[in-house]
């Protein structure tokens, strides 16, 4: 095994030559067995293990033993402790999430806190098939059958083609240790019942079964890769990026030979799982939304608006400015400059009677019952109703910084109108000219 897994690393994986490696450890076979394999190679390697105390006693000594590897093979070796339980309580999620979560969010901590280059795990070719049965029973897209990716970022699996009965023979050969987890003979888990009770039957039908598996797998990788093209080419006439904000046209959408379908593609990478909810944005009332962990979309007429959750839109978060500032970077960037008369006029400035200015100033978002008097216009306007004749989205109005009085009363809707009350008239005297940078 050792020459094929040389011939296979180097033909796949030639960019782990000279890296920085970090092996994720567990004690058990596969990744004893994949340690042991770049060591040989004279690959630069360190371990990584996670003590996930939900075995008791056979937790620790399972950090026991890797420590006792990590001599033999590294000069250095990560390890934490995780209240694994307690995590999937506080966060609603099952103990197998929670341990998934909890490691791989531990090593890209490791990984650019110590510099290093990759990520490897020890998934093999039975753990390909086992992944692929899951998401058969649960149901899923083209992408939930294409099997664990190789490479996923700065992770990388060069164990996948391999199978357990050929590392099994390996660490055999070669007289190794390694730790047995008690819970894998449960079958209390559904990988551990595929795992134990139907992959044995379709081995027996079929024993070059991970063989044809490893055909459908590239069978369909070679389909979703087709998907992926279509989808980049569609996406250059149907979504439009501004600023950080990602405009879906829903006409073009629904022109498509199957919406539903393509809308997936578009958004799979965001995070959202009500997709049923997603599907209906597109014949909702304006303003309605769907959350994901992550991110917002929000139907505003005849687009989709995907943006980024922000936390820092509360009504009660305000800045204040004092007489003597002349430049703030926080929230938004603001210039404040004595001048002797108008001369710019364009939305990213505006010209204020310093005399009328009641320090400290603010920047806050809006809030209901805001009022003010825009300049060319007559009399005063409810903020809500500016927002609904300028066509602002919930996206725009959340996004609007106010310029304020410490009164609260408003100076300037920041980079769209500003209050005619303050405005320097042709006799002020004291100007203030306040840019948006």
């Known amino acids: 095994m050792l020459q094929k897994f040389r011939e296979h690393i180097n033909y796949n994986f030639p960019f782990l030559k000279d890296k920085k490696l970090l092996i994720a450890i567990s004690g058990g076979l596969d990744s004893v067995v994949l340690t042991q394999l770049l060591y040989k190679l004279n690959y630069n390697i360190t371990l990584a293990h996670c003590n996930f105390q939900l075995r008791g006693k056979e937790s620790d000594l399972d950090e026991l033993f890797v420590m006792n590897i990590s001599q033999n093979t590294c000069n250095q070796i990560f390890k934490i402790n995780f209240d694994t339980n307690n995590f999937a309580q506080k966060n609603k999620i099952s103990t197998q999430i929670a341990a998934r979560e909890l ?116 069978n369909l990788e070679q389909s979703q890769q087709i998907i992926e093209d279509k989808v980049i080419d569609l996406s250059k006439e149907i979504i439009k990026k501004e600023n950080e904000i990602l405009k879906f046209n829903i006409d073009k959408i629904n022109q498509l030979s199957n919406p539903k379908a393509y809308l997936y593609q578009f958004l799979k990478e965001y995070n959202f799982t009500e997709w049923n909810d997603v599907y209906n944005l597109l014949t909702a009332q304006s303003g309605k939304q769907v959350f994901s962990k992550t991110h917002r979309l929000l139907k505003n007429r005849d687009f989709l608006l995907l943006s980024k959750k922000d936390f820092s839109t509360s009504p009660k978060i305000s800045y204040q400015i004092n007489k003597e500032a002349e430049e703030i970077t926080k929230p938004i960037h603001l210039t404040f400059e004595a001048v002797e008369e108008k001369s710019t006029l364009k939305k990213e400035t505006i010209y204020v009677d310093k005399n009328l200015l009641n320090y400290p100033l603010k920047i806050r978002k809006w809030r209901n019952g805001d009022v003010f008097y825009p300049t060319g216009m007559q009399g005063k306007k409810k903020l809500s109703k500016f927002f609904k004749d300028e066509k ?21 809707i920041i980079n769209c109108r500003q209050d005619r009350r303050l405005s320097a008239k042709t006799d002020t005297k004291n100007i203030v000219q306040i840019n948006l940078q």
């Not at 294409?146 to 083609?161: C, Q, V």
């Not at 602002?392 to 300037?412: A, G, H, M, Q, V």
């Open 392 to 412: 602002f989205s919930l996206l725009d109005k959340e996004n609007t910084w106010l310029l304020c009085n410490f009164d609260d009363s408003i100076i300037w």
């Open 103 to 218: 490691r791989y969010n531990w090593f890209q901590e490791i990984i650019i806190k110590h510099q290093f280059d990759f990520i490897l795990t020890a998934h093999h070719a039975d753990d390909n098939l086992e992944t692929f049965l899951i998401n058969l029973t649960r149901g899923s897209g083209l992408e939930g059958f294409t099997g664990i990716p190789k490479i996923n970022g700065n992770i990388a699996r060069p164990l996948l083609p391999f199978s357990r009965e050929e590392i099994l023979a390996y660490a055999n050969e070669n007289k190794l240790d390694w730790r047995e987890d008690s819970s894998n003979a449960s079958t209390k888990y559904i990988r551990n019942k595929i795992r134990h009770q139907i992959t044995p039957i379709l081995k027996e039908i079929n024993p070059s079964l991970l063989d044809s598996f490893q055909k459908t797998i590239e």
